[in-house]
């Protein structure tokens, strides 16, 4: 069972900066696929940004030059840093990690979320 702990969200004003974190038990995290996942009020939960394990990075066309995923594998913690923020990022934001079957028991795992309000 892997356990994922978001920190770091809040409010911030549009135009601002904001930088999100989950930390991730266990002795793998080097192998995780690490994402954020955003739901915004009466929307679907979408994707955000993934960082594979090689340090392979994607993003939903909206955060692009905007938002970056990194990862700390020293300290089993995945980043997502917030630049320019629009009021339309205003969401709560859930860490995943997809864990392989790899030297253990693979799964997906969701983190349990942080608010994230863009306003002035």
């Known amino acids: 069972q892997v356990q994922l702990v978001e920190s770091g969200g809040g409010l911030v004003q549009p135009g601002g900066s904001l930088r999100l974190s989950c930390a991730a038990s266990g002795s793998r995290f080097s192998l995780y696929v690490m994402g954020w996942w955003r739901q915004a009020p009466g929307k679907q939960r979408e994707s955000v940004a993934a960082?594979?394990?090689?340090?392979?990075?994607t993003y939903t066309n909206s955060v692009k030059g905007r938002f970056t995923i990194s990862r700390d594998n020293t300290k089993n913690t995945a980043y997502l840093q917030m630049n320019n923020v629009e009021p339309e990022d205003t969401a709560v934001y859930y860490c995943?990690?997809?864990?392989?079957?790899?030297?253990?028991?693979?799964?997906?795992?969701w983190g349990q979320g942080t608010q994230v309000t863009v306003s002035s």
């Open positions: 995943k990690a997809n864990v392989p079957s790899q030297d253990g028991p693979g799964g997906v795992y």
């Open positions: 960082v594979t394990s090689g340090g392979i990075t």
